[in-house]
């Protein structure tokens, strides 16, 4: 057999290895990586740290009392959210930037679950911090088996659909409050429907602080981005509110939030109600760890960090338990939250905020999730992707997070089969300005040498793709300007042929040869052509059909002037 390409062939199993995974770190700083960010901290940093995160912790508080409203439950518990699951976090988790606490798009998934359980508020409280425990026994189990490979099927295009349905879901959710309507419905659909149907109804006085208030908000965060627009606004509104008594005039606000840390328990919940919350816990396991380890990554390729998938499943578990005694409920990742609360003492304050504040707070969070130059850069690439991107968006506004998501996922799936199924191949001719062969649809002054043709598949050889190459290599040799009596098959970006490949190989070289066409192999790397010889295949072709440039095979055939 011809000698193979240089660094083609397999390293025996006796051989090391040149691929070797980083040295393996301390028990205790796996199990706690903030141990070993303590280590390295710099003090420094210490001064623009803690301008950080109290600027963050003023973001957090106005938005974690919105979402739990989304959740159907209390603000108070959008407070309780933010203590133990941070800290949890902070011991745990392998991102140094990852922020957690009450996520809109979760929240919305916990009130689905609890919303139609009961309507009593404090056994509503109960469901959603079971729930919590649920979601957090989720995360560990799949730690323990490992799925932190999950995330490497979750495709941009669906991240982004997925960041512009919850985006339309959350404006949307928010017409009754800015409108002064009480709206019931839970679907976006319904919600707008009913609102047209109650517009009539509507409080202007209501709509006239919620407007002033968004405008505000759109401002600050357009003239002077760095000031924390959101906590000045909440603030504004809860004095004015305050002093003016918006209450009095039909405006409705917050109400009483108790004050003070909550209490350590267990949720006491109705034994018949536990197997209803399962389904939900499980989609919010999936929708919180698809949001929480693809920002993750987002934030550590920024600074040239690793995120450990598994550590986060762990980080995340924890989380949600603390959160769940605690008195929260599940929890997500976020930019705009903290791992920080000292803010407790403006609950009492906090009873004036108007809703329609809370509303045009989320509204306006809601804006920043749109990036239409995120739709753009899908466009350049793929009008299926993008396709996937609107389908994801669409789901997630009629259908759901979790539907929405797992049919986002699906489709790339299919996708991802599609696009093997119908791999980018060339044939090849010789260029010569780049000195080297190369595709001649690329390149129309690549010469093509009478008798011979130069097929090459840009992909695995598999199942689903072997008899679109079969036929593919027909179609170039009926193509081709001279009757061909040389194939040479470019097998440079062959990293896998599995039985029904080597199958269609096999039936090609043996049907080829009774046409009087030799079939050759060029360039073929040490794992393939160690599958092939087991299977066969590289006997038919013959040891002296094995080529390790494409250049050498041309030259070997007989009809060959180059």
């Not at 062939?9 to 290895?17: G, I, K, N, Q």
């Not at 988790?93 to 916990?110: C, F, H, K, T």
């Not at 809860?238 to 108790?258: F, K, N, R, W």
């Not at 509303?359 to 466009?379: E, K, N, P, Q, S």
């Amino acid at each position: 057999m011809a000698e193979k390409s240089d660094g083609a062939s397999a390293p025996d199993e006796d051989d090391a290895s040149p691929f070797q995974p980083p040295a393996r770190r301390p028990l205790l700083h796996r199990l706690a990586p903030v141990i070993e960010h303590v280590r390295h901290y710099r003090g420094g940093t210490l001064r623009r740290d803690l301008l950080a995160g109290l600027t963050v912790a003023a973001l957090a508080l106005p938005s974690s009392l919105a979402y739990a409203e989304i959740a159907g439950l209390s603000p108070v518990i959008g407070l309780y959210a933010l203590l133990l699951p941070a800290v949890a976090y902070t011991l745990l988790g392998s991102s140094r930037q990852m922020i957690i606490g009450p996520d809109g798009s979760i929240a919305a998934l916990v009130g689905t679950a609890v919303i139609p359980l009961t309507a009593d508020p404090e056994q509503r409280a109960s469901l959603a911090a079971m729930l919590a425990l649920f979601v957090g026994g989720v995360f560990l189990a799949a730690r323990l088996v490992r799925l932190g490979w999950i995330a490497d099927y979750l495709s941009r295009p669906v991240l982004i659909g997925y960041v512009h349905g919850v985006a339309v879901v959350l404006i949307v959710g928010q017409f009754g409050k800015l409108l002064g309507l009480n709206i019931g419905a839970q679907n976006p659909p319904e919600e707008v429907v009913e609102v047209v149907g109650e517009i009539t109804d509507l409080s202007w006085a209501t709509l006239a602080v919620g407007l002033v208030c968004l405008a505000a908000l759109l401002l600050f965060g357009w003239l002077v981005p760095k000031l924390p627009g959101q906590l000045i606004v909440v603030v504004l509104a809860i004095v004015i509110s305050a002093v003016v008594g918006l209450a009095d005039h039909g405006i409705a606000i917050v109400g009483e939030i108790p004050a003070g840390l909550p209490s350590l328990e267990v949720p006491d919940v109705r034994l018949s109600d536990m197997p209803r919350l399962i389904p939900a816990a499980l989609g919010i396991f999936f929708v919180g760890f698809s949001a929480e380890i693809l920002t993750a990554r987002s934030v550590a390729g920024r600074h040239g960090q690793h995120v450990e998938t598994n550590a986060e499943l762990a980080a995340m578990g924890a989380a949600n338990l603390a959160a769940g005694i605690s008195q929260g409920f599940p929890i997500g990742a976020s930019g705009s939250r903290t791992s920080v609360n000292d803010q407790m003492c403006l609950t009492a304050p906090i009873q004036y905020l108007p809703q329609a504040t809370l509303g045009a707070v989320i509204v306006t969070a809601a804006l920043g999730m749109i990036d239409l130059g995120a739709w753009r850069g899908l466009a350049r690439i793929s009008r299926v992707e993008v396709g996937i991107a609107a389908i994801t968006m669409a789901g997630v506004v009629t259908v759901g997070v979790l539907r929405a998501l797992l049919l986002a996922v699906a489709l790339s799936v299919v996708d991802a089969v599609r696009r093997s199924a119908s791999p980018h191949d060339a044939v090849l001719g010789w260029v010569e300005r780049l000195d080297r062969y190369a595709d001649v649809r690329l390149h129309p002054s690549a010469k093509i040498v009478p008798g011979v043709l130069i097929y090459r598949l840009d992909d695995r050889l598999f199942f689903a793709n072997a008899d679109y190459v079969k036929g593919r290599i027909r179609e170039a040799i009926s193509g081709a300007p001279a009757p061909v009596r040389w194939l040479v098959f470019d097998a440079e970006a062959l990293n896998h042929v599995d039985v029904t490949g080597t199958r269609m190989l096999t039936e090609l070289i043996g049907s080829l040869r009774k046409e009087s066409i030799t079939f050759v192999f060029a360039r073929l790397h040490g794992p393939t052509s160690d599958h092939l010889e087991e299977a066969g295949v590289l006997d038919l072709v013959g040891e002296e059909h094995v080529y390790p440039t494409v250049r050498s095979a041309v030259q070997a055939a007989p009809t060959a002037t180059t």
